[in-house]
């Protein structure tokens, strides 16, 4: 099925450790986003990829490195793990501008402990 | 700054009557405005969208209301229905990107 996939589903990491979040649409999507879902605090960007060979910095960037690998394939990187790091994240993709909707993946629990 | 806000965190309707989900933002230059819908262990998924040229989009069941003068957004489902019960986010448009709200728990109660 035609959408955004996101891998793994679940990770359990201890402080300190590196561990990368992958993520690729099969839509020929331009843009491609990393969002973090914490209890009160809804949707907040952490990076985001307008087009391919791109990538900006949203409202929660630190402690994150992205890259765009190709147009497909946009990953999130935590290069040292902290408990504060401890939520959902999900990568969206769309064709651009912003009168189009997002196509979210189902989301990665991470838990830092 | 919060520029999206929901001020309710939840909410709960009874089967058959209409749930109405509001969200204010703070910032005049957004010009495009959606809805998502949540369930459980899920991504979200895009329920209905308004552009700031319109005041009002329907779409079945739902329908958007905006108000550009008071900066405020409502999504009306009417009847509502105990498969409705979801988290709703709206989100407004900046450059190349959309901000989110925190979020407002619906409760259909059959």
């Known amino acids: 099925n035609a959408g955004v996939t996101q891998t793994p589903k679940f990770q359990v990491l201890k402080t300190g450790q590196s561990m990368t979040l992958q993520c690729a649409q099969d839509m020929n999507h331009n843009s491609m986003y990393w969002y973090r879902q914490d209890p009160g605090m809804g949707l907040r960007l952490i990076y985001y990829?307008?087009?391919?060979?791109?990538?900006d910095k949203g409202e929660v960037p630190n402690g994150y490195n992205v890259s765009r690998l190709n147009k497909r394939e946009f990953s999130l990187r935590l290069e040292s793990a902290a408990p504060s790091q401890t939520s959902v994240y999900f990568c969206?993709?769309?064709?651009?501008?912003?009168?189009?909707?997002?196509?979210f993946g189902s989301g990665t629990r991470l838990t830092v402990v | 700054d919060q520029q999206v806000k929901q001020n309710s965190p939840s909410l709960s309707v009874q089967e058959g009557r209409i749930s109405i989900l509001n969200c204010d933002y703070t910032n005049s230059m957004f010009d495009y405005f959606l809805w998502y819908k949540k369930y459980p262990a899920e991504g979200p998924t895009f329920l209905i969208s308004i552009s700031s040229i319109k005041d009002k989009n329907e779409d079945g069941r739902f329908t958007v209301f905006l108000n550009k003068s008071a900066k405020h957004l409502s999504l009306h489902i009417v009847p509502s229905q105990p498969g409705d019960s979801a988290v709703y986010f709206c989100?407004?448009?900046?450059?190349?990107?959309?901000?989110f709200g925190t979020g407002t728990r619906l409760k259909v109660l059959a």
């Open positions: 969206a993709s769309s064709p651009g501008g912003t009168d189009h909707g997002y196509t």
């Open positions: 990829s307008a087009s391919e060979g791109t990538t």
């Open positions: 989100a407004a448009s900046g450059t190349y990107k959309y901000i």
